[in-house]
């Protein structure tokens, strides 16, 4: 046997570009799974999926080109039913042996664990790889994720776009193959409009180059590297530096088989626009690269990414100009008539807008956010008139032309019109903050104004939610309860505010009191904490921690996360998972105590020298933590009471807890109890015992 390079292409029209990662990457597992299920040694090194928008491709460097010899065990009957009492093959047996086309005499004997029985072993040859690889492309092709597959022509078949042609290479020689209409050749294709023939692979090793020859890059991330340099270098031309966003740059990749830059320009006048609807209309709907000045700011000038290589470059810019134009046009005259109107005589239209059905209106929204927004901003020392006013007026741009055609822009588009009206800059940011995070990995508001007003909004919305009856149901969660759950949460934590969760669900709760519809405040609280689980996952906290912490159900989040870094620290050290399990155990112990447990320990009553001194150690470190604990300094807590480990050690190695006196044991219970309560005052650690 020896190793040859492999490759597989299959050539089609324009793949979906979102769609095509998950394509070549399912191609390119699919191939590899089929030869690892025959038992096809090969070589994978840094091979990858390798794709372009008209081309799915697998390329490795070395596969077998046939398979190691293929061993059977195929079980027959056991003797006690095989052979009669004089050793005579059964009619069992016989027909065992006759469907294995041998003599019962040719069989081996084999046994497990019910005893004795006939087995035919067989070898044989390996079959040659190329025979195999129809079987095992056609298997990768039926696995691919495709939703909704494509037909073409009257055939049955079907795929995600018309295929045109199918190379399959093993070493030097075409594997041959009929697939979805086609046979297979060593013949792939060029660039559509650059190199519009057919190209001659000798072999597999040739593929990338000659592509490239062919002015096709058929490695991703070959394109995406000559894209941002050729971006960079247009912006740098321009003066300014190019915005290159994760999700555009990707959707440009899986757009173009030969990426080539063309700096592009707009009218000044349009800069007027909120540079967002001008940045969303470039990228969002022409995936063009804006350029930004050194401040940020967004310049006349833009960055459009052609799939050929022109001879009449500033023809193709005048095509990329013409057709941002209009959009433009249209987000300059939404601005304009919104700018005339202005945001406060916006909020009029709230009142006819229905919020849901059972929530009233969006002005009634918005007058129980302003409410929330208050409190909260009384608690965090914001001024709360300056929270009145931000929460009145966040709600006025879903009234502007410009959201509605733009409807990401919420927010966005209030704090310009806000800064325009005349409104503080305070509180025209936190009428665009009162929206963060927006989606999973983005920021929580940055100023103390859009905190207390991203609070608030969430606040509403979950208590609103669940007095509706909209609470989420499996995939089905059709007011982002869930979402607003975690970025309340968030907003919590990371800005640091100490609020009492469930008084603030209880405001919210009594926000709701004119609409006639109440939500259950604790069921609330347990949504929201469990919305943490994998917020805290993320961040590589254990579950076990997290549940030490939640058992507790802190009033204040931000007590929550200290709480959990606490427990985190505590669990590095020696003593932790000693006094875990001790406190386990004193939990069981008090769970199956009978009768009133007294609530001091008698001193009279300490009989044994190990309890006399757990008793004088547990009154010391409550002496030593009480401080620390009502200053919340939960880490000092844990870090004393780690000390404890001696004496709870020869305690339960040395006194019976439950004596036969009743005033002793009693005693003894409340010694437990005493040291439980005060171990479990930060988390219960007993979670973190295995």
């Known amino acids: 046997m020896s190793m040859q390079p492999l490759l597989i292409e299959l050539g089609v029209e324009e793949l979906p570009v979102k769609a095509l990662p998950g394509l070549a990457q399912a191609f390119f597992d699919g191939v590899i799974d089929g030869l690892a299920k025959r038992g096809i040694a090969f070589e994978r090194d840094d091979a990858k999926p390798l794709s372009t928008p008209r081309r799915l491709a697998v390329l490795l460097p070395g596969v077998e080109t046939e398979q190691p010899e293929q061993h059977s065990e195929v079980f027959g009957p056991y003797l006690n039913i095989a052979l009669d009492a004089n050793g005579e093959p059964t009619k069992a047996l016989q027909g065992f042996a006759a469907k294995a086309g041998i003599d019962w005499t040719a069989l081996e004997r084999t046994t497990d664990a019910k005893g004795e029985r006939f087995v035919l072993r067989s070898v044989t040859p390996g079959a040659q790889t190329a025979a195999l690889l129809p079987e095992i492309v056609r298997e990768a092709i039926a696995a691919m994720p495709i939703p909704k597959p ?20 093993h070493g030097n020689d075409v594997v041959d193959a009929e697939l979805l209409g086609l046979k297979s050749d060593r013949m ?21 180059e000659s592509l490239k020859a062919a002015s096709v890059l058929v490695d991703a991330d070959a394109r995406r590297e000559r894209i941002v340099a050729e971006v960079n270098a247009a912006a740098a031309q321009a003066g300014g530096v190019a915005r290159i966003t994760d999700d555009n740059l990707e959707q440009v990749v899986n757009l173009v088989e030969w990426p080539t830059a063309v700096l592009c320009s707009f009218e000044r006048e349009f800069l007027a626009v909120p540079q967002e609807a001008l940045v969303e209309t470039m990228e969002v709907n022409q995936k063009f690269f804006p350029v930004l000045d050194d401040g940020g700011k967004l310049t006349e000038k833009f960055i459009g990414i052609a799939n050929i290589e022109s001879r009449d470059v500033a023809e193709v810019a005048k095509g990329y100009e013409r057709v941002i134009r209009p959009r433009f046009s249209d987000a300059k005259f939404f601005f304009d008539e919104d700018m005339k109107q202005g945001l406060v005589s916006m909020g009029d239209g709230l009142k006819t807008v229905t919020y849901q059905a059972k929530l009233g209106s969006v002005a009634d929204k918005v007058q129980r956010v302003s409410a929330l927004a208050q409190v909260v901003a009384a608690q965090v020392d914001v001024d709360p008139v300056h929270a009145k006013r931000a929460a009145e007026l966040a709600k006025n741009d879903l009234q502007s032309r410009m959201v509605n055609e733009f409807p990401e822009l919420q927010g966005i588009a209030g704090r310009h019109y806000a800064l325009a009206g005349g409104e503080s800059p305070s509180v025209a940011l936190a009428i665009d903050e009162a929206y963060q995070p927006r989606f999973a990995a983005d920021d929580i508001a940055a100023s103390p104004l859009g905190k207390v007003l991203a609070i608030a909004e969430r606040l509403d919305t979950l208590a609103g939610g669940f007095a509706a009856g909209l ?9 982002a309860l869930r979402r607003n759950a975690l970025g309340l949460a968030r907003s919590i934590i990371e800005s640091g505010f100490d609020l009492d969760l469930r008084a603030l669900l209880t405001a919210a709760n009594a926000g709701l009191a004119e609409r006639k519809v109440q939500a259950d405040v604790g069921e609330l609280y347990d949504f929201v904490v469990d919305r943490l689980k994998g917020y805290y996952a993320d961040k590589g906290v254990p579950a076990t921690h997290f549940n030490a912490v939640a058992e507790l159900k802190p009033a204040s989040l931000y007590d929550f996360d200290r709480r959990i870094d606490a427990i985190g620290i505590f669990a590095q050290l020696p003593e932790a998972e000693a006094l875990a399990a001790a406190n386990k155990r004193i939990r069981n112990i008090l769970r199956k105590a009978e009768g009133e447990i007294p609530g001091t320990i008698d001193p009279s009553l300490l009989r044994e020298p190990a309890e006399s001194e757990l008793a004088e150690a547990v009154v010391a470190a409550i002496d030593d933590t009480g401080t620390a604990l009502s200053q919340k300094d939960y880490v000092a807590v844990l870090g004393r009471l780690a000390r404890l480990r001696p004496q709870v050690d020869a305690f339960f190695d040395n006194v019976m807890v439950n004596a036969e006196e009743p005033a002793l044991r009693g005693n003894r219970l409340a010694l437990l109890r005493t040291l439980g309560d005060r171990l479990g005052s930060v988390a219960a650690i007993e979670h973190l015992s295995s």
């Open 150 to 169: 494509m037909r073409w022509g009257s055939h049955e078949y079907a795929f995600a776009r018309p295929v045109h042609w199918l190379v399959l290479l």
């Open 188 to 208: 792939s294709r060029g660039h559509r409009f650059m190199a519009d023939k057919q190209v001659w692979l000798s072999n597999p090793g040739d593929y990338v």
């Open 471 to 479: 609470k989420p149901t499996g995939n089905k969660d059709p007011f």
